[in-house]
């Protein structure tokens, strides 16, 4: 990504404002994301950073700055920023443990037959692939990890599920996620992780962070239960 891409800023708010890097979801405008994000990170009255897949939201104290002041800093903090400096040694990997079974995935089979696959093949794409986190939201610690195998694409649920059990994994379209806590929820469940992925008493919170490279490792029923996972929730 050449500094030609030099994201758009605009005001969404008094005291917020929003940077588009691109209308197309790449790794490459994930990277420079992150580096932008990272740069801001110590940027004196910026308030909150929410990164997504071609955005940045930058909330900031408005006592601080007004329109002007806070496109310039945004400005020279961004110029400072090389879209070519991301290096996979800035980028976490990270690997969780998931039980690909009927009594958690109540979808996996539904999932199989849609794709034309056979389970163990669902479990073999779906574990085999190194996915990227784009964005982080609509709970917290929910991440949204792309891209699944273009054999793996299902539709979101014509129902969606009142309640989701916590761990479950599931994938829509050409996305994955972890639910981390119970809620509401339309995409595919097709497992279960015993790990957990908010820790409300850790600084960071969250296991998955914007940027990770995540990757699922399947693990057997009494390996899951081991591991403290709970097979109640459907």
Known sequence: MSRDNF???EMVSNHSCLL???QVISEATSNYIALVTQ???GLDGIIDLVPSYTTLLVVFDDDEYDRFAIFKALHQSIEAVDPNDFSLNDQRDVVIPVYYGKEVGPDLED???????SINEVIKRHSETVYRAYAIGFTPGFAFLGNTPDELHVPRKTTPRLKVPVGSVAIAENQTAVYPSVTPGGWQ???RTPVNLIDWGCENLALIAMGDAVRFEAISRDEFLVQGGQLDGF
């Open 111 to 117: 999932v199989a037959k849609h794709c034309q696959l």
């Open 7 to 9: 994201p758009h800023i």
């Open 39 to 41: 740069k801001l990170t």
């Open 189 to 191: 469940i097709i497992g």
């Open 20 to 22: 588009t890097f691109s």
